[in-house]
């Protein structure tokens, strides 16, 4: 196994994690493991296999970082497009696009903040006309106020 040049188990429903063992294959050109269900990592290692020309592990279900072994090869290295990782939705890094956030944008953050003041500053404004309300009538009831007098509160 340490000699094989070539490794294609794409569409196998393969469903255990990418072997680290892999690695011990010095001359390995291919590694073709598209339209399996791997989980978790991409090994690390898998980018000291220089003679790796060819790197397919797309439609699985594979998380966490790119190695940057894989993603920023150098020099006569070949390095591997984003069709490589494509079909992993927990897979990032280079040369994926940017994840979208799953927060919130600083305008649904600002437009929120603005809602709840003006709801604050409504709510206010009505319990204070409704308490000068009730202090009126009661002014009036008691007959504090004068009709030529202010009440004053």
């Known amino acids: 196994m340490v000699l094989m040049n070539l490794l294609n188990l794409s569409s196998n429903?393969?469903?255990?994690?990418?072997?680290?063992q892999l690695t011990l294959c010095a001359y390995l050109n291919v590694i073709d493991l598209h339209n399996n269900g791997l989980p978790g990592l991409i090994p690390q290692q898998l980018g000291l296999l220089v003679r790796l020309s060819i790197f397919d592990v797309s439609n699985n279900r594979l998380s966490g970082p790119i190695p940057s072994s894989l993603g920023n090869r150098s020099g006569n290295l070949p390095r591997f497009n984003a069709s490589s990782y494509e079909g992993n939705k927990d897979l990032y890094g280079y040369p994926l696009l940017p994840m979208k956030s799953k927060g919130l944008s600083i305008m649904a953050i600002?437009?929120?903040?603005?809602?709840?003041?003006?709801?604050?500053?409504?709510?206010?404004?009505?319990?204070?006309?409704?308490?000068?309300?009730?202090?009126?009538?009661?002014?009036?009831?008691?007959?504090?106020?004068?009709?030529?007098?202010?009440?004053?509160?």
């Open 110 to 153: 600002s437009g929120i903040g603005l809602g709840s003041g003006l709801v604050s500053l409504v709510l206010s404004f009505t319990a204070v006309c409704v308490w000068l309300r009730v202090s009126e009538k009661k002014c009036q009831s008691v007959n504090l106020c004068l009709s030529t007098e202010i009440c004053e509160y």
């Open 13 to 20: 429903r393969l469903s255990d994690p990418t072997p680290q």
